[in-house]
Structures are given as C-alpha cells and as structure tokens.
C-alpha cells in the first residue's frame, strides 16, 4: 500500500474475534516480528486506513498490547 509516496509493506494481519472485549488477534510475518522502530498501519478492506501508528518497541510486543483482553 502507498500512503503519500510511502510505500507500506503487508507484514502481518489483525483478526477481530468475538472472545475478546477490547483488541484483535494478530499474525506478524515471522521476519518483521522482532523489527523496531517501525511505522504501522491498519486498514480496513484493503484501502481505508484507520490508524498510523510509531512503535520503538519491537513490533510483535506493539500488537500484543492491542490484543489485550
């Protein structure tokens, strides 16, 4: 996805699940999951974005804190 000349690559999915109050369950691309620093975004239907996000955290640690229940 490119978002103002930025092209975003697809490392991971979020699956919204009827067992959590708050969050999604995620799956991250096993070569991104330790990645740092890394500039985030959700999109809804492959082309509405929902959020952009900054993390200095690995990335796998940044989406396990969205999927709290």
């Given at each position: 996805?490119?978002?103002?000349?930025?092209?975003?690559?697809?490392?991971?999915?979020?699956?919204?699940?009827?067992?959590?109050?708050?969050?999604?369950?995620?799956?991250?691309?096993k070569?991104?999951?330790?990645?740092?620093?890394?500039?985030?975004?959700?999109?809804?239907?492959?082309?509405?974005?929902?959020?952009?996000?900054?993390?200095?955290?690995?990335?796998?640690?940044?989406?396990?804190?969205?999927?709290?229940?």
């Open positions: 996805m490119n978002v103002s000349g930025i092209e975003f690559i697809k490392a991971g999915t979020a699956i919204n699940t009827k067992d959590r109050k708050n969050g999604a369950d995620f799956k991250i691309d070569h991104y999951k330790n990645s740092m620093g890394v500039v985030y975004i959700f999109v809804r239907n492959k082309d509405e974005i929902v959020y952009i996000g900054v993390t200095e955290k690995a990335i796998q640690d940044r989406m396990n804190m969205y999927s709290s229940n």
